[in-house]
């Protein structure tokens, strides 16, 4: 379901300000989500809130050699879990936007951190290939297309983020919304191996006459490819 213009309770809003921070104290939070009942359009928009914060934080660092720390990383999946807990629906968007999609262009650098997010809503039966309503596209769609055209454009490093979640989209059984399979994989792979997409490189190939890249999956430890992703 899509929420838009959500006001929130007294409530909420203090619950949304408390997980806002670096450091949440989740003892506040516990107290505030048992004192009164969060509705379902709140917690959506309150996630969705948890992890554009996120996302802004780390990009604020100017320091290239800022590298995030236990705390910080861990401290997103926390605060997801507590809200899926209380009643968070995975399938829910805000604004046009799903949580899976927020999850993944919120992620920055911090892609890694974010899939272990990803896997806590899809392990929650979110479907895999939601539809963005801001973008007009079906998100696995969405991705393919950015992964494959942006790595020419603008450098792989621009897309690590949007190539990291599409693997674990796909590692859930996610496909276009043709029903083919946006990535294939070599020697009989299994699909499910890329749920743990941080187990993964990529490397482009560029491709004559033509304005998307062939985007290489690539075993980090064998340093093999694995698969590729469809163009």
């Given at each position: 379901?899509?929420?838009?213009?959500?006001?929130?309770?007294?409530?909420?809003?203090?619950?949304?300000?408390?997980?806002?921070?670096?450091?949440?104290?989740?003892?506040?939070?516990?107290?505030?989500?048992?004192?009164?009942?969060?509705?379902?359009?709140?917690?959506?928009?309150?996630?969705?809130?948890?992890?554009?914060?996120?996302?802004?934080?780390?990009?604020?660092?100017?320091?290239?050699?800022?590298?995030?720390?236990?705390?910080?990383?861990?401290?997103?999946?926390?605060?997801?879990?507590?809200?899926?807990?209380?009643?968070?629906?995975?399938?829910?968007?805000?604004?046009?936007?799903?949580?899976?999609?927020?999850?993944?262009?919120?992620?920055?650098?911090?892609?890694?951190?974010?899939?272990?997010?990803?896997?806590?809503?899809?392990?929650?039966?979110?479907?895999?290939?939601?539809?963005?309503?801001?973008?007009?596209?079906?998100?696995?769609?969405?991705?393919?297309?950015?992964?494959?055209?942006?790595?020419?454009?603008?450098?792989f490093d621009s897309i690590l983020s949007e190539c990291q979640g599409l693997l674990v989209l796909v590692g859930y059984g996610g496909k276009c919304s043709d029903g083919n399979n946006a990535v294939v994989m070599y020697d009989d792979l299994d699909y499910g191996i890329l749920k743990y997409s941080e187990n993964f490189d990529c490397e482009c190939?560029?491709?004559?006459?033509?304005?998307?890249?062939?985007?290489?999956?690539?075993?980090?430890?064998?340093?093999?490819?694995?698969?590729?992703?469809?163009?």
């Amino acid at each position: 379901m899509n929420f838009d213009n959500v006001k929130l309770s007294n409530e909420a809003e203090k619950l949304q300000f408390e997980l806002c921070k670096l450091v949440p104290d989740y003892v506040l939070v516990r107290k505030l989500l048992n004192r009164s009942k969060v509705r379902r359009e709140e917690l959506a928009c309150i996630a969705y809130e948890v992890l554009e914060f996120y996302d802004t934080e780390y990009n604020s660092q100017t320091d290239e050699k800022f590298v995030p720390t236990p705390c910080f990383l861990e401290n997103l999946y926390t605060s997801i879990e507590m809200l899926l807990k209380e009643g968070l629906c995975p399938d829910d968007c805000v604004d046009g936007c799903s949580l899976l999609g927020s999850c993944i262009y919120f992620g920055g650098p911090c892609q890694y951190n974010c899939n272990k997010v990803l896997r806590l809503f899809l392990d929650k039966g979110a479907n895999p290939n939601p539809f963005e309503k801001d973008a007009g596209e079906y998100l696995i769609d969405r991705l393919k297309w950015e992964v494959t055209f942006d790595a020419i454009e603008f450098g792989f490093d621009s897309i690590l983020s949007e190539c990291q979640g599409l693997l674990v989209l796909v590692g859930y059984g996610g496909k276009c919304s043709d029903g083919n399979n946006a990535v294939v994989m070599y020697d009989d792979l299994d699909y499910g191996i890329l749920k743990y997409s941080e187990n993964f490189d990529c490397e482009c190939e560029k491709v004559e006459d033509s304005c998307h890249a062939k985007v290489y999956i690539i075993e980090r430890n064998t340093k093999k490819r694995a698969g590729e992703i469809e163009y």
